[in-house]
């Protein structure tokens, strides 16, 4: 059984950084890709960023481009998100997935495996 589980999430002001990570459980996390995802209320979900088994490849989202980095340590099956200037339309609950395949895709039904989601806040 597979199991995400993300922390870092919290209260913070535009401008500011936040490292979310996700911790995997099962074996075959360094097999396949990771994707971070966001929703705001009221909201479709959205696609963040997603790195490749390896951690070679990455892919952002437009929104976060230049400013979020993705990054993984398979010898600890988890993946972080490093966020900066950090802006209160960031604000949303994160979610962490796990990639059927080993390549970075956006779609979320490239993914099988959810986490329960942290909450990111970004106060003006």
Known sequence: QVQLVESGGGLVQAGGSLRLSCAASGR?????????????????????????????STDFGNSVKGRFTISRDNAKNTVYLQMNSLKPEDTAVYYCARGYYSLPYSRPDEYDYWGQGTQVTVSS
């Open 28 to 56: 075959t996390f360094s097999s396949v890709s990771m994707g971070w995802f966001r929703q705001a209320p009221g909201k479709e979900r959205e696609f963040v960023a997603a790195i490749s088994s390896s951690g070679g």
